[in-house]
């Protein structure tokens, strides 16, 4: 069992810069937990056996989704809360 313990990444919250975020297509992923290895935010975490991405700390790095090997995971644009689809926080 991997432990969900936070990392000292996790006193860092990314604030409203990020211009990316990942979107996990749960019924390409398999598990096998590479993305959670990558990322350097230690961000990703699994809660009863589905990947989760804590977005108040994830980068929009992309690092997970470049390393996935089922192509799960997918970058989309960050949309400010409330704004219009496509409208970046940036
Ligand atoms: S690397 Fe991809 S397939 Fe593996 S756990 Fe992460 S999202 Fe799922
Ligand atoms: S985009 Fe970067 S920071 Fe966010 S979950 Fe993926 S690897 Fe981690």
Redesign the pocket.
Known sequence: MIPNLPTPHLKFRTGSWRTARPV??AG?????????L?CPEGC?Q?EKGY?TIDLDYCKGCGI?AH???????KLVEEVVPGGEEGETSA
């Open positions: 996990l297509q390409r992923c398999n598990n096998c937990l590479i993305c959670w990558f990703i699994r990947i997970c390393e996935c090997p089922r192509q799960a995971l």
